[in-house]
């Protein structure tokens, strides 16, 4: 793979905050290597380096003051009828800025159809006033070239505007897209009823001392409105409505005390990064992250919030704080560890990652599945070997466990005690007990091992009873069993069933799938629909955890892969960025600026990198969700492979085979919401095939010889 020079393009733009000054201004820098350290460190927004090029923001990032912005207030007279070309009898339009008039428009028009007496007697305009009048064709153009770059005010806008647009329609003008502010929208926001019966132009323009008197003539009703409208305002200001984007969303139903709030954005960064809002004790309060931080925040401040919890929240934050970050990936990532570093109380995901379940298939004298929530080194005896179709490189034996006499597996086969067991092996993690469980019952109803939930001993206790699932044949009761010697057949039987859930966890799922696969059919054949589900929805969690267990173990066995992922080419963008996962943690991230050598910075990357200590596979170092991510973003087509310490391993039959009976499975879940929210909700990846992407890397297919490895290559 060639991951070569690209040709110059400006460098990426990152905002830097200096203390003491007026305005914001941004810095153009290149990014370096930024390493991820733990949680608990504290970070820095970046500074602008010396001999930095300043560059003022723009005003759709900084806001328009309101008194910098140019009004139109407007105003129609028409025949009385629906909005078209022929019903417009007069327009008139003050411009005003900064509380001063800069302009006014005014012209009669001809609708082509006579005044209706009521209208005339209403507005004073009669048929034989407009019969020399201009038509509205005529009219239009000059009106929009008085419009342009105006925010439009009108009261009761829907009316005017809707004429406006009808007219223009009808003739094939493009309508000029102005912003369009509505006084009584705004009025019903500020005006109580204690203070006006109602929200009339005329009522209005008494209430606060108009200096022209609407007299339904247009452009004595803008200047009417005119004044309106500064009245509003001068109400809006305590609220926080200060700036034109303010102005736009006044009208929105949000509480004046969340609204005036709005000001804790100012500042943020409009990059990729984190946000957190704090507490009156500084206390983080909600975590979350966007790809444009000020924007996302100012979002919150709007009616576009509707989360009840959110609001709340609003009302006691005090501030908010921003990490900025390189890359989405690197916010998306410090977002998950910021929420398991604070557990903020608004937020409701990602809280607890020690709570995501394994099913674990225990290591003892008589196995047995259980749902944990960590992981203890996997081991298989030596009696059982490696498992059929597993290779050397997929063996997960890191360290051997001992029983509760301190004899490991190995130790008791030397010593001529039977070890013919298999040690402890997991799949997940699970995003709920509800979804672990169902798998273990997947397990259970497909292979006859134990299902009680003691610790057996191993010989059993004379006048030891065995439960009922003895009688059914659906257990080889290891409980009753006189003898724990070998040839004893129980005993033979419960570790042929463990050795079945051993290869079904690592190796070749088709023990569980294939007859679960037979019984739906067969209940569904039998129109036992429910049943059928319920059998459905157990598949779907085996397989879940099963694919988990292959992709995390992956890269729990990985003390280093680096990846790149080519950026984006556009102004102030393109290059490589650079990503270094060690044990399934994110250990750092960089982006190589358009035209560097990106070796450069992946070296630098490397040697910057946070250490990682080796976790306990199949679980990763890093919260299971951040693995999650990380295989997320690494099976992107777009993605390269660098260098890795480990290749990708998988089994020829594993759990990534039955791809699409996983997806129909949890497609149908889904449907039915059979499962809970957790599982509807929550990230999730679907099992995808190793090395089905673009980018040069070795595959080594578990269970076959040397000679079958294979080499993908860029398409």
């Not at 969303?249 to 005036?260: G, H, K, L, S």
């Amino acid at each position: 793979m060639h991951l070569g020079p690209e040709p110059p393009a400006r460098p990426a733009l990152s905002t830097g905050l200096s203390e003491g000054l007026d305005s914001v201004t941004v810095v153009r820098q290149d990014l370096g290597a930024r390493p991820l350290n733990h949680p608990g460190t504290q970070l820095r927004r970046p500074e602008a380096t010396p001999g930095g090029t300043p560059v003022q923001l723009g005003l759709d990032e900084l806001g328009t003051p309101l008194h910098e912005v140019t009004f139109v207030v407007l105003d129609l007279e028409t025949t009385g009828g629906k909005p078209g070309a022929e019903e417009i009898t007069e327009i008139g339009a003050v411009k005003v800025r900064g509380g001063e008039v800069v302009g006014e428009f005014q012209t009669l028009v001809n609708p082509g159809v006579p005044v209706p007496p009521r209208i005339a007697v209403l507005t004073g305009i009669t048929t034989a006033m407009v019969v020399d009048a201009p038509r509205i064709r005529e009219v239009l153009p000059s009106f929009w070239e008085f419009i342009h770059g105006a925010v439009l005010v009108a009261h009761n806008a829907s009316f005017d505007i809707g004429h406006l647009k009808a007219a223009a329609s009808a003739m094939d003008l493009a309508w000029p897209g102005n912003r369009v502010v509505d006084t009584v929208a705004l009025a019903r926001r500020v005006v109580t009823r204690d203070e006006a019966p109602n929200h009339k132009l005329s009522t209005l323009a008494a209430l606060f001392r108009a200096t022209t008197t609407p007299e339904h003539r247009a452009l004595a009703d803008a200047r009417a409105t005119v004044d309106v409208l500064h009245a509003l305002l001068g109400r809006l200001a305590p609220w926080g409505i200060t700036h034109l984007e303010d102005l736009t969303t006044a009208t929105d139903p949000v509480p004046p005390e969340v609204r005036r709030k709005k000001g804790l954005a100012a500042g943020l960064p409009s990059g990729p990064g984190v946000y957190l809002f704090h507490g009156p004790g500084d206390e983080v309060l909600y975590v979350g992250t966007s790809v444009d931080v000020r924007k996302r925040v100012q979002s919150y401040f709007t009616a576009s919030e509707k989360r009840r919890r959110m609001t709340e929240m609003l009302r006691i934050a005090e501030r908010v704080s921003a990490v900025p970050c390189a890359t989405r990936l690197e916010a998306r990532v410090r977002e998950l560890r910021l929420i398991t570093q604070h557990s903020p109380r608004y937020n409701r995901r990602s809280r607890f990652p020690e709570r995501m379940p394994w099913v674990r298939l225990t290591d003892e004298d008589h196995p047995r599945l259980s749902v944990v929530n960590r992981t203890v080194p996997e081991s298989v005896a030596p009696a059982v070997g490696r498992v059929e179709g597993q290779s050397e490189s997929a063996d997960v034996s890191r360290t051997e466990p001992a029983d509760r006499s301190g004899v490991g597996a190995s130790q008791r086969g030397a010593l001529g005690e039977p070890s013919g067991r298999p040690g402890a092996v997991h799949i997940g993690p699970f995003l709920s007990r509800r979804t672990a469980q169902l798998a273990v019952e997947a397990v259970q109803g497909a292979i006859d091992l134990r299902q009680c939930t003691r610790r057996l001993p191993r010989v059993a206790p004379a006048g030891t009873s065995a439960c009922q699932l003895l009688d059914l044949g659906r257990c080889s009761g290891p409980c009753v069993a006189p003898q724990g010697a070998e040839g004893d057949p129980a005993r033979e039987q419960h570790d042929a069933a463990a050795r079945a859930v051993l290869n079904a966890f690592t190796t070749s799922p088709g023990a569980v799938v294939e007859p679960m696969l037979a019984r739906i059919a067969r209940l569904a054949q039998e129109e036992r629909y429910e049943q059928a589900a319920t059998e459905r929805d157990r598949l779907a969690a085996f397989l879940e955890g099963t694919a988990r267990r292959e992709r995390f173990q992956q890269l729990a066995l990985c003390s280093e892969l680096v990846a790149a992922r080519r950026v984006p080419s556009g102004p102030g963008t393109g290059g490589w960025e650079i990503v270094v996962v060690r044990y399934g943690r994110l250990a750092g991230t960089a982006v190589a600026p358009a035209g560097t050598d990106p070796y450069l910075t992946i070296d630098a990357a490397t040697a910057t990198a946070e250490h990682v200590d080796p976790p306990v596979a199949p679980a990763t170092a890093a919260h299971p969700e951040e693995t999650l991510i990380l295989l997320d973003w690494l099976a992107d087509p777009h993605v390269r492979l660098v260098r890795t310490t480990r290749p990708a391993t998988c089994a020829v039959r594993g759990a990534q085979s039955y791809a699409t009976v996983s997806d129909q499975a949890r497609r149908g879940r889904a449907t039915t919401a059979t499962i809970g929210d957790d599982d509807r909700t929550r990230h999730d990846v679907a099992p995808v095939p190793v090395g089905a992407r673009p980018g040069r890397m070795v595959l080594e297919t578990a269970g076959t010889a040397p000679a079958a490895r294979h080499e993908r290559t860029p398409r």
